[in-house]
């Protein structure tokens, strides 16, 4: 069955902290694959979208993630974060059926 | 210019009412969506849209009933309300067959 994975719950990092958060998701083709943030009592935002070509995807608020097909791996990164980058992050792909499927999320904590 | 709006923000009703939540979008997106977020965090898609014709229909009870007027609003209406039915309903949209969607603040109902 399809689907996406976010093996971490909560994490936590020092502002100005470089951040990675992981993603694997189960598809039997390449994927789309999206990173979504949900600030609280806020809607989704897209931050990024991989369809395909060059693996290394540019997002808004200097965000990137990486697509790495071998370990079937899409995970978000920033170099460093900044205290308003605490939110709630979901990993989401689609395949070949009419549904985004979304992770469980991945609430980050900043502290100063 | 809202891309994607939904109302009420809030809504407090007992079991038994009757409600409905509307969305609306100015994107002039074919796809609508409905997804239920529950206390976890947890997504999941109910109803999608995609020109007025209903394409995803999730196990979803038969309270709740999804209405489109036209390809820009996307209503949902939820009968007898139940306290299980207590979560935030977002509202998305996406051009056709791209998965790339954009989501409305949401809507908390609280059912008592």
């Known amino acids: 069955a399809q689907s996406v994975t976010q093996p971490d719950i909560h994490i936590t990092v020092s502002e100005g902290a470089s951040l990675e958060l992981r993603c694997n998701y189960s598809?039997?083709?390449?994927?789309?694959l999206f990173w979504y943030v949900q600030s609280p009592g806020q809607g989704l935002q897209l931050l990024l979208k991989?369809?395909?070509?060059?693996?290394l995807v540019q997002g808004i608020k200097g965000f990137e993630a990486e697509f790495k097909r071998s370990q079937s791996s899409f995970n978000l990164r920033k170099p460093s974060v900044h205290w308003s980058d605490a939110a709630e992050y979901f990993c989401?792909?689609?395949?070949?059926?009419?549904?985004?499927?979304f992770g469980t999320g991945t609430r980050l904590q900043v502290f100063p | 210019d809202t891309a994607v709006s939904q109302t009420p923000k809030y809504l407090v009703t007992q079991m038994g009412n009757d409600k409905s939540i509307k969305c609306e979008q100015n994107?002039?997106?074919?796809?609508m969506y409905w997804y239920k977020q529950d206390s976890k965090k947890f997504l999941k898609i109910m109803f999608s849209?995609?020109?007025?014709?209903?394409?995803i229909n999730e196990t979803v009870p038969n309270r709740f009933s999804p209405k489109s007027p036209d390809k820009a609003h996307l209503n949902l209406h939820i009968n007898s309300l139940e306290l299980g039915d207590s979560a935030v309903y977002f509202c998305?949209?996406?051009?056709?067959?791209?998965?790339?969607?954009?989501f409305g603040p949401g809507t908390r109902l609280t059912v008592t």
């Open positions: 991989y369809f395909s070509g060059d693996t």
């Open positions: 598809y039997g083709a390449t994927p789309y």
């Open positions: 849209y995609n020109n007025k014709e209903l394409i």
């Open positions: 998305a949209s996406s051009p056709w067959d791209t998965y790339e969607q954009y």
């Open positions: 989401a792909g689609a395949g070949n059926t009419d549904k985004l499927i």
């Open positions: 994107l002039g997106h074919d796809t």
